[in-house]
T-cell receptor, first 115, second 117 residues
Framework: AQKVTQAQTEISVVEKEDVTLDCVYE???????LFWYKQPPSGELVFLIR??????QNEISGRYSWNFQKSTSSFNFTITASQVVDSAVYFC????????????FGTGTSLTVIP | GAVVSQHPSWVICKSGTSVKIECRSL??????MFWYRQFPKQSLMLMAT?????????EQGVEKDKFLINHASLTLSTLTVTSAHPEDSSFYIC?????????????FGNGTRLTVT
């Protein structure tokens, strides 16, 4: 069975602070893909990143960085120098070769950046 | 890039009426589309997988007769909430994978906020 856990339901930080959003996943498949999506208050889902299970290299994109560790089944997301515009709900998701295009979403982490 | 358009973005209807939500892939053909439901402050829950030219596949616990899905063309899937009740009020989101590549990032519509009074 596939499962994604985002233990942090809500996080508040003051602008310019760094914040890390945790994501832990479960799957028995050896080939799988992990995603992060951002959902601002307007509701649309914005794709942020995709990683496959064979690529554990961490990735940085501007103020965003991702730490993928297979040993702990985690795919954490860090926002550096947070900004008010980062306020949103962030979802971690998993898909596997066994499930095709079906995604399994975590429960989401609501991030509020206080000016 | 590939875009998925969803319409309407919000709708208010009275109990007992039916509401149709459209999901279109604008610049690619989608043989498969996914319909999700999201309650306030909760995650996206997959309702059904819409398959072009065949019956939709519903997740456990989703009433087929209440949530009618039609995927009549390669660019359009519709979700009809029949005999809507207040408990059907929710945020409905469709998505479609880009063609050809499994496990690619899904493209999501902007969602439809349904309020049943």
């Amino acid at each position: 069975a596939q499962k994604v856990t985002q233990a942090q339901t809500e996080i508040s930080v003051v602008e310019k602070e760094d914040v890390t959003l945790d994501c832990v996943y479960e799957t028995r498949d050896t080939t799988y893909y992990l995603f992060w999506y951002k959902q601002p208050p307007s509701g649309e889902l914005v794709f942020l990143i995709r990683r496959n299970s064979f690529d554990e290299q961490n990735e940085i994109s501007g103020r965003y960085s991702w730490n993928f560790q297979k040993s702990t089944s985690s795919f954490n997301f860090t926002i550096t120098a947070s900004q008010v515009v980062d306020s949103a709900v962030y979802f971690c998701a998993l898909s596997t070769t066994g499930t095709g295009n079906q995604f399994y979403f975590g429960t989401g982490t609501s991030l509020t950046v206080i000016p | 890039g590939a875009v998925v358009s969803q319409h309407p973005s919000w709708v208010i209807c009275k109990s007992g009426t039916s509401v149709k939500i459209e999901c279109r892939s604008l610049d690619f053909q989608a043989t498969t589309m996914f319909w999700y439901r999201q309650f306030p402050k909760q995650s996206l829950m997959l309702m059904a997988t819409s398959n072009e030219g065949s019956k939709a596949t519903y997740e456990q616990g989703v009433e087929k007769d209440k949530f009618l899905i039609n995927h009549a063309s390669l660019t359009l899937s519709t979700l009809t909430v029949t005999s809507a009740h207040p408990e059907d009020s929710s945020f409905y989101i469709c998505s479609a994978p880009p063609p050809g590549l499994l496990n690619s990032p899904l493209h999501f519509g902007n969602g439809t906020r349904l309020t049943v009074t």
